[in-house]
């Protein structure tokens, strides 16, 4: 087993992996021998049957499989070994002639590799905004915090202040065949919640309204305020929804006093309002400053794409797309493709690069890590502080069954291992600004 390549250009190359027949022709013979012992055909009895006919029947595909694997695993080895950073995935040339009982195969892959480069961060300057919150950040999370505890006072209507708690159930159709299982979705709604508020304001207790699956599909803000993902909206089994109000109360906010403040942080943690100020900026301070973080990342990455020269291997780009996308068929509609996602592209070499060059590597731990600060920091939002770690962490392994949930907390801790590199080489111009500010100053973008 040998690979060669013959280099079209800095960035892209015909590999070529060649397998002598001796590399997999004992494999071949094992598994021909084990069809031999089992095979039932008529005429034979098992295990009778005669190693030509089983060879006639089989053989072929088994040492195409064989050969598959072989090719695969070289072709890997060598990319790894030789530690190629590859663009895409490798595009195999066609075979006009197999012979799986030739002496020798060879099979050859068009490859396309990240360009070599280097990138000067110190070139690079943006904005650093030093985020702080303000005292109405700071009262809120505090209101939320006597809301979180408060006590629950029974009302006779629905008004502008209630809490309602809605049970949300698909209405099976009475033609409807087979068995229907789905559990009723539990929510509770305020006036906050505006679309399913206005829903459901005028129902009394046990009343129902129902919603047609076309209208929860469109209205993407209804169907989150009522329990539903995107996924869920699109995979409904019925075409009705039937939103029932199983309860509504007002809320009597607790006291700003020394119980709440065990409640939210443990016996003895904070023992004064102006305590518990002082912990609530901290913690909002630390999480406005995240976003800023990754905020003034973003901002050099995006000059880096913008600036740098980053040579793509266009050519196989061009291959790669009409070989692993069916829906383009043509070198123009693949070209037109290219087009559009050069900048993405060329922004994911640049990070795989700063991320290459500084050592940085992702495992689950990281992910979960994050996912945890990000459980924390919502929970925090609506007051909630003092939550038990076992607690944190069950939230954060359910969001991360969610492969978009995956996909994009790594991209987070990705960012997060760039952040102390960029912000030590590249340039700052740092200013204090409100957390008001700051969501102006992001809305710019």
């Known amino acids: 087993m040998k690979v060669t390549a013959k280099n079209h250009d800095e960035v892209s ?5 060649t397998v002598d ?5 004992e ?9 031999a012992k089992n095979a039932q055909v008529p005429g034979f009895r098992k295990g009778k049957v005669p190693m030509s006919l089983v060879k006639r029947q089989y053989e072929a595909p088994i040492a195409f499989e064989e050969i598959n694997k072989l090719v695969s695993d070289t072709l890997n080895n060598y990319i790894n070994e030789n530690n190629l950073k590859l663009v895409g995935q490798p595009v195999p040339e066609p075979m006009n002639d197999f012979d799986h009982k030739a002496d020798q195969l060879s099979v050859a892959f068009e490859v396309g590799y990240e360009p070599n480069f280097s990138i000067d961060l110190s070139k690079y300057e943006a904005p650093y905004f030093k985020v702080e919150a303000s005292d109405k950040e700071i009262n809120q999370s505090v209101e939320n915090m006597q809301k979180r505890f408060a006590e629950q006072v029974p009302q006779d209507k629905i008004g502008k202040d209630s809490y309602i708690s809605l049970e949300v159930a698909q209405v099976v159709e009475e033609n409807a065949e087979g068995e229907h299982n789905h559990p009723p979705k539990k929510v509770t709604i305020s006036a906050e919640n505006k679309d399913a508020f206005k829903l459901v304001k005028s129902l009394k207790m046990d009343e129902s309204v129902k919603v047609s699956k076309e209208e929860i599909q469109k209205n993407e803000t209804l169907a989150k305020e009522l329990g539903f993902n995107k996924a869920d909206a699109e995979h409904l089994h019925h075409d009705e929804i039937e939103v ?6 007002g809320l009597n906010p607790h006291e700003l006093n020394q119980e709440l403040f065990d409640k939210v942080y443990g016996e003895g943690t904070i023992n004064s309002e102006e305590e518990l100020k002082n912990k609530v900026k901290t913690e909002l301070d630390e999480y406005f400053q995240q976003n800023a973080d990754v905020f003034f990342v973003n901002n050099i990455l995006e000059q880096i794409t913008e600036k740098e020269e980053v040579q793509l291997p266009e050519n196989f780009l061009i291959k790669w797309l009409m070989f692993s996308n069916e829906n383009i068929r043509t070198e123009e509609q693949a070209k ?3 087009e559009a996602e050069k900048a993405s592209i060329k922004h994911q070499i ?6 290459n060059d500084n050592n940085i590597k992702l495992d689950y731990a990281d992910v979960l890590a994050q996912a945890e600060q990000m459980v924390r920091n919502q929970l925090a939002m609506y007051g909630i502080h003092h939550l038990q770690d076992e607690e944190v962490q069950k939230y954060a392994v359910e969001m991360l069954k969610e492969e978009e949930q995956v996909r ?6 990705a960012m997060a291992k760039l952040k102390d590199v960029i912000l030590e080489k590249a340039s700052k111009k740092e200013t204090n600004i409100s957390h008001d500010e700051f969501l102006e100053e992001v809305n710019k973008k």
Do not use: C, P
């Open 13 to 17: 190359a015909l590999l070529t992996v």
């Open 21 to 25: 027949r001796a590399d997999y022709k």
């Open 27 to 35: 494999k071949v013979e094992k598994q021909l021998h084990n069809y």
């Open 244 to 249: 029932t109000v199983k309860d509504f109360y």
């Open 336 to 338: 037109e493709v290219l």
């Open 350 to 355: 640049i990070e795989g690069k700063l991320m």
């Open 408 to 413: 994009q907390i790594s991209s987070e801790v």
